[in-house]
C-alpha cells in the first residue's frame, strides 16, 4: 500500500504563510489524482485542493487566491502552499491519492492560525 506522509503544519499568526508537503513512498503516477483536506474540531472533513497526474488543479472557493497546490515527480511529492492565512485555516491537514477504486490517508498534519 501506498503511504503518505504529511509535514510543514504549525502555528502561525493571521496573514501569515506555511508550506505543507506530502512525500509518497511510491510514484505519484499511481494515483490519478492527489490532493489536500482538511478537518476542524467537530466538523466534517473537506477538501481544500486536488491536482490530477497531468496536472489539472480544483480548489475549494475558501482557499481560491491564498492556496497553491503543486506536485513534484522526481520527489514524488504534492505541496500546499498556503498564504494569506486565517484563523478559520486552522485544522488538521490531510494529504489523499486516489484512484477509481480506492484511496490513500496520510496521517495529518495540524495547522493552528491565531494571534
Known amino acids: 500500500q501506498m503511504q503518505l506522509l504529511e509535514s510543514g503544519g504549525g502555528l502561525v499568526q493571521p496573514g501569515g504563510s506555511l508550506r505543507l508537503s506530502c512525500a509518497a513512498s511510491g510514484s505519484i503516477f499511481s494515483f490519478d489524482t492527489m490532493g489536500w483536506y482538511r478537518q476542524a474540531p467537530g466538523k466534517q472533513r473537506e477538501l481544500v485542493a486536488t491536482?490530477?497526474?497531468?496536472?489539472?488543479?480544483n480548489y475549494a472557493d475558501s482557499v481560491k487566491g491564498r492556496f497553491t497546490i503543486s506536485r513534484d515527480n522526481v520527489k514524488n511529492t504534492v505541496y500546499l502552499q498556503m498564504n494569506s492565512l486565517k484563523p478559520e485555516d486552522t485544522a488538521v491537514y490531510y494529504c489523499?491519492?486516489?484512484?477509481?477504486?480506492?484511496?490513500?490517508w496520510g496521517r495529518g498534519t495540524q495547522v493552528t492560525v491565531s494571534s
Open positions: 491536482i490530477t497526474s497531468i496536472g489539472r488543479i
Open positions: 489523499n491519492g486516489r484512484t477509481v477504486a480506492s484511496g490513500s
